[in-house]
């Protein structure tokens, strides 16, 4: 993919970007982020409640059927905001409170199908074309439920960012070398301006645009951090974009 900007995500909490370097030290400690990370949940999490609180107050205070359903349709769409939130907050605190993953030989494939079926509403609507390539690197040693979340983020961004008027297609492959695990995923979507999202990009609960969470990279990097690999970035807005991660080869 032609890109003009691209960052590098280290697990020294680097940004390197092609044309400026900028060096970010971690100065925080597990403390002050899991405050940090508990701090956006409320917020995220404040706004269906009142939604919920407001639309119950309807069903208490009128008799009328159609705005019944419709407040009760609204309190069910806020209950599952807030069950994805809470999901995320889970994940997030798992990956800075737990040190010890039982790590275990993975199957790339087996893994991606999962995902692909936890996704099944959303590939349907989308229905994107998977170019898909684990033959280099068929197995990769990892905790299982941890690879999962590394799929499934990044597939769930590609399928969220996608560009309406154009099909999307996410080519996925791994390669294996001697001492790393590489895995690319890269999409036609609707890309980044990196140079303007740098800062803020990995920070939990923060949204580019649409309805999503805004915690799937900051987990990808939270899980990427425990196992000591890196994360390049690349993504030119109208083009699209290319993740690609590098994971010490234990298998």
Do not use: C, W
């Not at 597990?30 to 701090?39: A, F, P, R, T």
């Not at 690197?137 to 996608?162: C, M, P, S, T, W």
């Not at 800062?199 to 990808?220: A, H, K, M, N, Q």
Request: aromatic content about 8%; hydrophobic content about 40%.
């Amino acid at each position: 993919m032609d890109t003009s900007v691209a960052i590098t995500y280290e697990s020294n909490f680097k940004l390197d970007f092609s044309t400026v370097n900028i060096a970010k030290s971690n100065t925080k400690t597990k403390h002050q982020e899991i405050n940090d990370i508990v701090h956006s949940a409320v917020h995220d999490i404040r706004s269906p409640l009142l939604i919920f609180k407001s639309f119950s107050q309807i069903l208490n205070r009128h008799t009328d059927e159609n705005k019944k359903q419709e407040a009760i349709k609204r309190m069910g769409f806020a209950v599952d905001q807030m069950e994805k939130s809470l999901s995320a907050l889970v994940q997030l605190i798992d990956l800075n409170t737990t040190s010890y993953k039982e790590q275990k030989a993975l199957i790339f494939q087996d893994v991606f199908r999962e995902v692909k079926l936890s996704l099944l509403d959303k590939i349907a609507l989308v229905e994107p074309k998977f170019l898909i390539d684990f033959s280099k690197a068929e197995k990769i040693k990892l905790d299982k439920e941890q690879l999962y979340l590394l799929l499934f983020h990044l597939v769930g961004n590609a399928l969220r960012f996608r560009k309406l008027d154009e099909e999307l297609t996410i080519n996925i492959e791994t390669v294996s070398t001697h001492k790393e695990i590489i895995f690319t995923i890269q999409d036609n979507g609707k890309g980044v301006a990196l140079e303007q999202y740098a800062e803020d990009i990995f920070t939990p609960f923060y949204r580019l645009e649409g309805d999503g969470l805004g915690v799937g990279l900051s987990i990808v990097k939270g899980i990427v951090e425990q196992y000591k690999g890196s994360i390049l970035l690349e993504s030119t807005p109208s083009i699209g974009t290319k993740v690609t991660i590098y994971l010490p080869n234990t298998v």
